[in-house]
């Protein structure tokens, strides 16, 4: 689905979009990569945390000097920044690196997963998380619509973070009520937020034995005043 993810998003020109939270961030980060360089844009894709080697099939460049990045970019092709490896996992710059990286580079968008989930479908940030550049223009939080009428130990990372947003127990069933505490409370997906960056929360793995899940969960994020956009997203939308 050609641009489906910068329409939803409503991209400007240049952008720097850090995604967080659970439940497809990395799906969303080189999907959102490929479609804007689809269109013969420059993109950068990154992470202030780790990533998974197997995840990173763009060309990369091992350094965060803007000069070394510039060189590697190409119109057309996602460039991924990485600084090191551990293993099974790429490293990637401090957050204060990524800004440097938009302010420097000729990059038409430089995308970073900010944030670790682990896999699961919801999350609240430790008191290290979420990894957020300053110079961010848009956050993107991520959560799994698959969370829903599931126990939360089976479905979160940081349960105990959870547990102190919502009060549920960590074998309490998930609702759509439980989410959208999580995803709307300052310390949980609006943590970290630069004042200045607008916010869109996208709703992944929705199908259709959970879209009506999902129409409740928009509902109740859109009329929160910190909320700029909700992006529900099938199955199909995004690989």
């Not at 998974?52 to 510039?70: K, L, R």
């Not at 996602?78 to 580079?105: C, H, I, Q, S, W």
């Not at 928009?218 to 199909?236: G, M, N």
Request: glycine share 8%; aromatic share 2%; with cysteine.
């Amino acid at each position: 689905m050609s641009g489906y993810l910068r329409v939803q998003l409503e991209l400007g020109e240049r952008e720097l979009v850090a995604i967080v939270g659970a439940g497809g961030k990395s799906t969303v980060l080189f999907e959102l990569g490929r479609e804007l360089a689809a269109d013969g844009r420059t993109v950068i894709l990154t992470t202030t945390t780790k990533m998974a080697q197997d995840q990173v099939t763009e060309p990369a460049c091992w350094s965060v000097d803007p000069g070394d990045v510039d060189r590697a970019l190409n119109p057309g092709e996602p460039l991924f920044v990485a600084v090191g490896t551990v293993p099974g996992k790429v490293t990637g710059p401090l957050a204060e690196e990524v800004d440097r990286l938009f302010d420097e580079t000729a990059a038409d968008y430089v995308l970073v997963e900010a944030d670790g989930a682990r896999s699961m479908s919801v999350k609240a940030p430790a008191d290290h998380e979420p990894v957020i550049p300053n110079r961010s223009t848009l956050v993107v939080v991520v959560v799994g619509i698959d969370a829903i009428g599931r126990p939360l130990r089976d479905v979160a990372h940081r349960p105990e973070r959870i547990e102190a947003i919502t009060g549920q127990p960590a074998d309490a069933i998930v609702t759509v009520a439980d989410v959208a505490a999580i995803l709307l409370h300052p310390e949980g997906g609006l943590k970290q937020v630069p004042d200045g960056a607008r916010v869109a929360i996208a709703i992944t793995k929705v199908a259709p034995e959970t879209e009506q899940a999902a129409t409740d969960l928009e509902i109740r994020l859109v009329a929160h005043p910190r909320v700029d956009s909700v992006l529900v997203l099938q199955e199909t939308d995004i690989a």
